[in-house]
């Protein structure tokens, strides 16, 4: 697995993220992992969220989403 390092944090964010873990009862490598998973898949859904809302608004409008199409017209127009 890869490692990350964080460099210059706030002595206040180390602190707030030692006070979370232990409230979790894990280790701050810990807890920062699993902010970071959180915040991540909290971004792929946003993301999966506003493509599904974008397609439903096409859709209203009796269009199509085909992304196929849209690859292949940039790729013809090259």
């Known amino acids: 697995m890869a490692q990350l390092l964080v460099r210059d944090l706030k002595d206040e964010t180390v602190a707030a993220l030692k006070k979370r873990a232990k ?3 894990r280790s701050a490598e810990a807890e920062h992992r699993a902010i970071l998973e ?3 898949k909290q971004s792929a ?3 999966q969220e506003e493509a599904a809302k974008f397609r439903e608004e096409l859709r209203a409008r009796g269009l199509q989403f085909d992304s196929a199409k849209m690859i292949r ?6």
Do not use: I, M, P, T
């Open 45 to 47: 859904k946003g993301f």
């Open 38 to 40: 959180e915040a991540l």
């Open 73 to 78: 017209k940039d790729r013809d127009s090259r």
């Open 23 to 25: 409230e979790h009862g």
